[in-house]
C-alpha cells in the first residue's frame, strides 16, 4: 500500500475516532442488591438511548461508606462527577464550599429546561439552600407511612388509626387482644423525630430549621416530642408496642412474619414487601398525628438521598452530567425507578404518567408516600439543615435504646439529645467559618 493511501486512512480513522468520542462520566452510590440492579438498569437505559455520554455507576457500599469516600476523593482531586448522597450528610456536601455545582445551575447552563414547580411538593426544598434553589437531585426520595397486615385488623374488627388517640383508645388494645403486637417502626430519629415535627408543623431547628445559618440549635426537647415518647413507653408495658433494636431489618421483619400488625416503614419499602409471599394481604396509609398537638396535620418531607454533582471537572464532563439528570428526571425514566423500587416518582409528570398508567389502580398502597408529601404544607415541613447530623442521629439512636430499656427517663434522654446535639451543631458551625 503506497505512503498517500497509508495517510488517507490514518486520517480517516482519525476523523471516524473524533466523530464517535464519548464523554465518560461516573456515578458513586450507595444503592446494594436490587436496588443497584436497577440503577444499573438506568445507566444502560442512558447509554443506549444516546452516542455522546458514557456514564459508569459504581456501587461504594453503605450511605456513610460512600459519603466518606467521596469526601476522601475530593481531597485527592479524584472525585466522581456524580455522588450520592443520603439527607444526614446533605448539610456536609453542601457546606463544603466549592464541593459540588449546584443542579438548578448545572442545568441551566447546559440549556436544559429547569421549573422547581416540576417536582412533588415535600421533594421541592429538602435539597435546596434558604433562597430555594435546588442544589443536589432528589433521587430515591421517600416518605415513612403507616404500613398494616389487612387481615389483622379485618380480625381485630378496627380500621388503619388516623390519630395516635385512635391508636391508643381502640387500635390497639383490639390487636393485642386478637394476638398481634399492635406496633412496631424502624428508625426512630427519622420516622418519630424529624417527622414528628413535620406532621405536626413544629420547628425542628432555630434558623429556619436550619436553612438559614450554621448557628443552630435544635429543638427537640420540647414537650410534644417528649409526649410522644412517654406514650411509646406506655404503650410498650401495656404489649402495645415492641422496639426490635436500631437496625431497620429488626422491625420490618416482624412484621412480614405476621406477628405485628402495623409496621412503620419507608414508602421505599412497598416494593420489596409486594415482591415477597408474605402469607398475608397488606396496604397502607399515612402517619398518624396528635390530634392533641394539632388538628391540621401537614405533610412529611422526603428522606433517602439526592445525586450531587461534584465540582472540578471539565465543562464537557458537566453537560454529561446534565444531560444525564435530564434522562433521569424524564416521566418515563421517573416511573421505571417508581415501579421498581418503591421510591416516590420525584416530578409531578411522572406521577401523572403512573396515574395514567393505572398502576394505583393495580397497587392503591403505592401512591401512599406521594400523598402524604403532598398534603398541605407548613412553615416547618420542607426538611432540615444541620452539619454533623449523621452524628446527631447516632446520638437519638443511643438515647432512645436507653429510654425504650428503662436505663434512662425521656426528660433526661432529651436533655442529653439537646446538650450533645448543640455541641456537634457549634463544631460544625466553626468548621464553615
Known amino acids: 500500500m503506497s505512503r498517500i493511501t497509508l495517510t488517507s486512512v490514518a486520517a480517516t480513522l482519525a476523523l471516524t475516532s473524533a466523530a464517535t468520542a464519548q464523554t465518560e462520566i461516573d456515578l458513586w452510590h450507595a444503592m446494594g442488591g436490587a436496588l443497584g440492579e436497577t440503577v444499573n438498569a438506568i445507566a444502560e437505559d442512558f447509554n443506549a438511548s444516546q452516542d455522546e455520554v ?39 456536601v453542601i457546606g463544603a464550599e466549592g464541593a459540588t455545582i449546584p443542579v438548578q445551575d448545572l442545568l441551566a447552563e447546559n440549556g436544559v429546561d429547569f421549573d422547581i414547580e416540576d417536582y412533588i411538593s415535600g421533594v421541592r426544598y429538602f435539597y435546596a439552600d434558604s433562597d ?25 374488627g378496627v380500621t388503619p388509626p388516623e390519630t395516635w388517640e385512635e391508636f391508643a383508645e381502640t387500635t390497639a388494645p ?38 438559614d445559618g450554621n448557628d443552630t440549635e435544635i429543638l427537640v426537647n420540647n ?5 410522644h415518647f412517654s406514650a411509646l413507653t406506655d404503650w410498650q408495658d401495656a404489649g402495645y408496642f415492641k422496639w426490635y433494636g436500631t437496625g431497620w431489618g429488626d422491625n420490618q421483619t416482624p412484621f412480614e412474619e405476621g406477628k405485628v400488625a402495623i409496621w412503620l416503614g419507608s414508602s421505599g419499602s412497598f416494593g420489596g414487601l409486594a415482591q415477597k409471599d408474605l402469607g398475608f394481604d397488606f396496604s397502607a396509609t399515612f402517619l398518624p398525628y396528635w390530634e392533641a398537638v394539632t388538628t391540621e396535620p401537614k405533610q412529611t418531607f422526603i428522606g433517602g438521598a439526592a445525586l450531587f454533582a461534584m465540582s472540578g471537572h471539565s465543562a464537557e464532563e458537566n453537560a454529561a452530567t446534565a444531560k444525564f439528570f435530564e434522562f433521569l428526571t424524564s416521566p418515563e425514566t421517573q416511573y421505571f425507578w417508581h415501579k421498581e423500587t418503591g421510591y416516590v416518582p420525584i416530578t409531578e409528570a411522572a406521577y401523572e404518567l403512573a396515574q395514567e398508567d393505572g398502576h394505583y389502580d393495580r397497587m392503591p398502597a403505592a401512591e401512599v408516600g406521594i400523598q402524604q408529601l403532598s398534603l398541605p404544607a407548613g412553615e416547618n415541613t420542607r426538611g432540615y439543615r444541620m452539619g454533623f447530623y449523621v452524628q446527631i442521629r447516632d446520638v437519638m439512636n443511643r438515647e432512645y435504646g436507653r429510654i425504650l430499656t428503662g436505663e434512662t427517663s425521656v426528660e433526661e434522654a432529651f436533655q442529653t439529645i439537646e446538650t450533645e446535639a448543640n455541641q456537634l451543631l457549634e463544631r460544625f458551625a466553626k468548621t464553615q467559618g
Open 54 to 92: 458514557v456514564l459508569t455507576p459504581v456501587f461504594k457500599g453503605t450511605y456513610e461508606e460512600t459519603l466518606t469516600a467521596g469526601i476522601a476523593a475530593f481531597r485527592a482531586g479524584e472525585q466522581p462527577n456524580i455522588m450520592q448522597v443520603f439527607d444526614a450528610g446533605a448539610a456536609t
Open 223 to 227: 414537650d410534644a416530642l417528649k409526649a
Open 174 to 211: 383490639a390487636l393485642a387482644e386478637a394476638g398481634y403486637i399492635p406496633l412496631a417502626q424502624s428508625h426512630l430519629p427519622w420516622i418519630f423525630t424529624e417527622n414528628f415535627m413535620s406532621r405536626h408543623n413544629l420547628p425542628f431547628a432555630t434558623n429556619d430549621n436550619g436553612y
Open 132 to 156: 430555594g434553589k435546588m442544589i443536589g437531585m432528589p433521587f430515591n426520595s421517600s416518605s415513612p407511612i403507616m404500613y398494616y397486615n389487612e387481615d389483622a385488623l379485618d380480625e381485630a
